[in-house]
């Protein structure tokens, strides 16, 4: 148990080496333990191909998970073999059985509903989900956003190392600008009030406090949306005021949509789907949309005209209306 526990500490060294964020690192450090207690205690370094075959195949035959989730809990297993344990697995074909993958039309929101809910919610909460709305955000985007890249001069939102790796900017929707501008000074007022408090600093992203180590003390790297009290980093013990939490903002979009009596699955998710088929909709090319999402393929972007293909079935009048 001891050398497990030191592998573990290891990985999460290397994930932080790395600049992962918690999450992943919280995901991949689960994943390797899962891996070490299925195979009764076993030290990954006397297992290889056929034990990493048995894990997944295990994962999607009797867990029956998902095959994103397969794939994450393979990409930790590489990570492990790979960056904590030197063995490469390039060349290893690991053959196991994959999860079964369904392709689903995502569900979403007509304009309507998406204003039914955006009214049932409320301060902060309203606030992130009009600029999840208004941008096609992720959940993950829209919170990590920091003052500085909103640009009300140009009316541009800079969205840095996105899930598909790659930066991207995006219009500002004027509806909410004069809401975001009280926003940072909102958070001016705050961060003025927490250096008096002997706090104020933030968490800079890829070690950029040594690099840069006034700048964690800067009003404009500020989480534009914070939370309302500071809090211990997890990673460096810190007293420090992170951004709103994904699991608060996901259970006030929850409590808004049952209020708004939308019956539908609305997670933060719906409103980006929602955004990318209202700008299909409203003729806006494909390509445009694909860069607008940041996805890295056009073939993901794509899944939107199936949504729009839908719902124009509804134009198709049954023989019970005839």
């Given at each position: 148990?001891?050398?497990?526990?030191?592998?573990?500490d290891?990985?999460?060294?290397?994930?932080?080496?790395?600049?992962?964020?918690?999450?992943?690192?919280?995901?991949?450090?689960?994943w390797v333990?899962?891996?070490?207690?299925?195979?009764?205690?076993?030290?990954?370094?006397?297992?290889?191909?056929?034990?990493?075959?048995?894990?997944?195949?295990?994962?999607?035959?009797?867990?029956?998970?998902?095959?994103?989730?397969?794939?994450?809990?393979?990409?930790?297993?590489?990570?492990l073999?790979?960056?904590?344990?030197?063995?490469?697995?390039?060349?290893?074909?690991?053959?196991a059985?994959?999860?079964?993958?369904?392709?689903?039309?995502?569900?979403?929101?007509?304009?309507?509903?998406?204003?039914?809910?955006?009214?049932?919610?409320?301060?902060?909460?309203?606030?992130?989900?009009?600029?999840?709305?208004?941008?096609?955000?992720?959940?993950?985007?829209?919170?990590?956003l920091?003052?500085?890249?909103?640009?009300?001069?140009?009316?541009?939102?800079?969205?840095?190392?996105?899930?598909?790796?790659?930066?991207?900017t995006?219009p500002l929707?004027q509806?909410?600008?004069?809401?975001?501008?009280?926003?940072?000074?909102?958070?001016?007022?705050?961060?003025?009030?927490?250096?008096?408090?002997g706090?104020?600093?933030?968490?800079?992203?890829?070690?950029?406090?040594?690099?840069?180590?006034?700048?964690?003390?800067?009003?404009?790297?500020?989480?534009l949306?914070?939370?309302?009290n500071?809090?211990?980093d997890?990673?460096?013990?810190?007293?420090?005021?992170?951004?709103?939490?994904?699991?608060?903002?996901?259970?006030?979009?929850?409590?808004?949509?049952?209020?708004a009596?939308?019956?539908?699955?609305?997670?933060?998710?719906?409103?980006?789907?929602?955004?990318?088929?209202?700008?299909?909709q409203?003729?806006?090319?494909?390509?445009?949309?694909?860069?607008?999402?940041?996805?890295?393929?056009?073939?993901?972007?794509?899944?939107?005209?199936?949504?729009?293909?839908?719902?124009?079935?509804?134009?198709?009048?049954?023989p019970?209306?005839?």
């Amino acid at each position: 148990m001891q050398i497990k526990k030191k592998l573990l500490d290891i990985v999460r060294e290397k994930i932080r080496v790395k600049h992962y964020s918690i999450k992943t690192e919280q995901s991949y450090v689960g994943w390797v333990k899962q891996y070490i207690f299925f195979h009764n205690k076993k030290h990954p370094i006397d297992m290889g191909k056929r034990e990493i075959e048995e894990f997944l195949t295990y994962l999607a035959v009797e867990r029956k998970v998902s095959p994103a989730t397969q794939n994450q809990a393979f990409s930790a297993l590489l990570f492990l073999y790979t960056q904590v344990l030197g063995i490469d697995l390039k060349d290893t074909n690991i053959q196991a059985l994959r999860a079964q993958e369904r392709k689903h039309i995502p569900v979403v929101l007509t304009k309507d509903e998406v204003q039914k809910v955006l009214i049932n919610l409320t301060g902060i909460y309203q606030l992130i989900v009009y600029l999840m709305y208004g941008c096609g955000l992720r959940m993950s985007e829209a919170l990590s956003l920091r003052i500085k890249d909103v640009d009300f001069g140009f009316d541009k939102i800079y969205i840095w190392d996105s899930k598909s790796l790659t930066d991207r900017t995006l219009p500002l929707p004027q509806a909410i600008k004069q809401r975001l501008l009280a926003q940072v000074d909102y958070v001016a007022k705050i961060h003025k009030k927490d250096l008096e408090d002997g706090f104020g600093s933030v968490y800079m992203p890829y070690a950029l406090e040594k690099k840069y180590p006034k700048a964690q003390l800067e009003t404009k790297w500020q989480f534009l949306f914070p939370m309302t009290n500071v809090s211990r980093d997890p990673r460096s013990e810190i007293v420090r005021r992170h951004h709103v939490h994904a699991k608060t903002l996901s259970r006030n979009i929850k409590i808004a949509s049952q209020k708004a009596n939308v019956h539908k699955r609305v997670t933060s998710h719906i409103f980006r789907h929602s955004y990318a088929t209202h700008l299909l909709q409203a003729g806006i090319d494909l390509r445009s949309i694909q860069e607008l999402l940041g996805h890295k393929s056009v073939e993901t972007t794509m899944i939107y005209t199936h949504v729009v293909s839908e719902m124009n079935k509804s134009k198709v009048i049954s023989p019970l209306d005839f």
